[in-house]
Nanobody, 124 residues
Framework: QLVESGGGLVQPGGSLRLSCASS????????IAWFRQAPGKEREGVSC????????YNAESVKGRFTISRDRVKNLVYLQMNNLKPEDTAVYYC???????????????????WGQGTQVTVSS
């Protein structure tokens, strides 16, 4: 249902912008979250945005570096990642939850729709 893009290899301190798109979901009606999973680690929530964009949350590990945003015309959600660190290396997933309230959570089980993931590698 969802397709992520924009991952790649970047040096520490660099930036990437991930995109989350859907040809089937009108994402303006959904809370969207980004998760990541590094090898040998559990999937963790990174950022989320409410359906009306009024609420965003970021994990402590990415605060001040990552920003989630939405383009309602293009039906896209972005994750701008700045000052990347080697510990940000992971597969990044976007997820969607249809909701009638303006909130978002970073609990994987709350999201029924997922993308296939995009690899982000931060290394010199």
């Amino acid at each position: 249902q969802l397709v992520e893009s924009g991952g790649g290899l970047v040096q520490p301190g660099g930036s990437l912008r991930l995109s989350c798109a859907s040809s089937k979901l009108t994402m303006n009606y959904y809370a969207i979250a980004w998760f990541r999973q590094a090898p040998g680690k559990e999937r963790e929530g990174v950022s989320c945005i409410s359906r009306d964009d009024s609420i965003t949350y970021n994990a402590e590990s990415v605060k001040g570096r990552f920003t989630i945003s939405r383009d309602r015309v293009k039906n896209l959600v972005y994750l701008q990642m700045n000052n990347l660190k080697p510990e940000d290396t992971a597969v990044y997933y976007c997820a969607a939850e249809f909701t009638t309230v303006n909130m978002c959570v970073m609990t994987a089980g709350s999201y029924p729709y997922w993308g296939q993931g995009t690899q982000v590698t931060v290394s010199s």
